[in-house]
């Protein structure tokens, strides 16, 4: 019996290692990156899944979705509802975003400016970080002034048409940021996007000169958004601080006389700690 289990695990070994895409890193645990495979499938608009969604969602045949989907299930970061046996994600996926928000350095260093800048502004503001071709919210500081409220810490967007993500790639080196556009998914999001490759290069220069990047309902219709980027010891783009407002209450001319003097300010501030 032992030699048998013994032999299964060699087979399993050789299956898994056999299984790797060829010129893989021969230290991925594959099992580990098909259970977050998982658990990034669920989400917008799956937000539960039967058994054979889940395997469609992530490429797994349904008995590997089965033995992933249990082990997930009594580690706590799924939950199985008994009458329709479909999954959901659990709260404890909670802790994995709660550890990042608490444990970062770069958010705890930001969090006073960034109040103060809310403070003073009275208006939203988000820090964000580039992650390839998308930001991503990692903190947000809400107004009274409601603006799109589906945009949440974790919210991911593309970074050619957001004010965040142009101020941080005016601060890379051309042929970084070309690289990154290039790779982008480049569509009108509104009437009012930039999303042309020659027009987004004009926009990175101009942003560079400035010193901030704008967009206006580039990506949401109503909303303004003026950005500078935070910089590492080395001169380049962690992070980008913007404030966020809406059209409705500000003309494109008041939002860079009120706010871009403020953001540039407070990302040098953030910058020279």
Known sequence: MAESKAVKRRQDSVAEVSARPSGGDPLMVLSVEKAFRVLSAFGIPRRTMSLSQVAAATGLDVSAAQRFTHTLTRLGYLMKDPETKHFELATKTLDLGYHFLRGNRLIERATPYLMHLSKETEETVNLTILEDTQIIFVSRFMSRYMLNTDVIVGTRMPAFCTGPGVAMLSRLPE????????????????????????????????????????????????????????????????????????????SREEVVKRFAALVMATARAISGI
């Open 175 to 250: 042929s970084e940021a070309l690289d990154i556009i290039d790779r982008s998914d480049l569509q009108a999001h509104t009437p009012f996007t930039t999303w042309r490759r020659d027009d987004l290069v004009e926009k990175l220069q101009r942003s560079a000169v400035q010193g901030y990047a704008t967009a206006f309902e580039e990506f949401y219709l109503g909303d303004a958004s003026i950005a500078a980027a935070i910089l590492d010891g080395h001169g380049r783009p962690e992070a980008a601080l913007n404030v966020a407002v809406s059209c409705s209450r500000y």
